[in-house]
């Protein structure tokens, strides 16, 4: 049983890593490296869009929008910024994330034009501003974390994870996991100024 135990983490670590090596060769224009990362994440990046957006027609295309920027900027991958699987899934959760702004914002915007009053009240211009920088500030306090725990509070967060999900995509013991996981809420809470 041990022995077993033991062995799945292992077996996870060369998975991982091939799928760390993928946006490397796709940045060179490898459309068979592409294709082995469309492979890996064909049901995590239109899952989460679905999440996010809620509607599967804009979820499906949010994921087609996903690949095209995987193979256009894949140059962009950083893996000491986190894994490759972690980098998608943040570009998945931005682009449906703008996909469902674009949509309020259209709607917002037939509501104004059949309204004669086209000036925003003040509480609302004042709570979108506040928005905007509570959103700045968790990710610039994001970007401080680093190695296993950013990657596990990304995971969590963005794609829903249990920790055992997480430590089989990570490669890692769950117990592992829910420390970094733990250390990483708990660095973004001090980095937030949120008390306890």
């Keep these: 049983m041990r022995a077993a135990a033991h062995r ?14 993928l946006p490397a060769r796709v940045s060179r224009g490898d459309r068979e490296a592409f294709e082995a990362l469309r492979t890996a994440v064909a049901g995590s990046v239109p899952g989460l ?9 804009q979820s499906e295309e ?6 095209i920027d995987v193979w256009r900027c894949a140059a962009r991958f950083d893996p000491r910024q986190g894994g490759a699987l972690a980098w ?6 931005r682009r449906a994330v703008d996909r469902v702004r674009s949509v309020q914002a259209a709607a917002d915007r037939e509501v104004r034009a059949g309204s004669r009053d086209h000036a925003p009240a003040f509480d609302e211009v004042s709570e979108r501003v506040e928005q905007r920088l509570e959103r700045e500030q968790v990710r610039r ?3 401080q974390l680093t190695g296993l725990p950013r990657e596990s509070v990304t995971l969590a967060h963005y794609r829903g994870s249990t920790c055992q999900q997480t430590a089989e995509v990570l490669g890692a013991a769950p117990g592992t996991v829910r420390t970094r996981l733990r250390d990483g809420l708990i660095r973004l809470r001090d980095c937030l100024g949120v008390s306890s």
């Design 141 to 143: 306090c994001l970007q």
């Design 62 to 67: 949010v994921a087609r929008e996903v690949l």
């Design 88 to 93: 998608i899934m943040t570009l998945t959760h």
């Design 49 to 57: 869009a679905r999440r996010v957006v809620r509607d599967r027609a």
């Design 8 to 21: 799945g983490p292992a077996h996870g670590r060369p998975a991982q890593r091939v799928l760390e090596s």
